[in-house]
Nanobody, 123 residues
Framework: QLQLVESGGGLVQAGGSLRLSCAASGRTFSRYYMGWFRQTPGKECQFVAAISWSGGSTYYADSVKGRFTISRDIAKNTAYLQMNSLKPEDTAVYYC????????????????WGQGTQVTVSS
């Protein structure tokens, strides 16, 4: 089992920044690609970003490209999502997840999930 715990969410004004953290424990964190997803009520869970084992490859949804940056610190067993220039439409519960195989963009390709952290962007 890999346990994931997100933190860093909160309320921020449009144009502001937040950094989300995803702390991992249990299985070897470095073996997993890691991803971030977000969900708002009544909508599908949406891919946000993902990062490879080494951090050398990153993937982003078009809606966040250029504003969000995913990273990881293997020594700290932690993945991060730096969110800049936030918009009200970024409001959602953000989840980190460990990739199991398949499409990096599909939620069904991830088998370990955190509990989520709320991000609210006011206009």
């Amino acid at each position: 089992q890999l346990q994931l715990v997100e933190s860093g969410g909160g309320l921020v004004q449009a144009g502001g920044s937040l950094r989300l953290s995803c702390a991992a424990s249990g299985r070897t964190f470095s073996r997993y690609y890691m991803g971030w997803f977000r969900q708002t009520p009544g909508k599908e869970c949406q891919f946000v970003a993902a990062i490879s084992w080494s951090g050398g490859s990153t993937y982003y949804a078009d809606s966040v490209k250029g504003r969000f940056t995913i990273s990881r610190d293997i020594a700290k067993n932690t993945a991060y999502l730096q969110m800049n220039s936030l918009k009200p439409e970024d409001t959602a519960v953000y989840y980190c997840a460990a990739f199991a195989g398949g499409s990096i963009y599909s939620k069904t390709s991830y088998d370990y999930w955190g509990q989520g952290t709320q991000v609210t962007v006011s206009s």
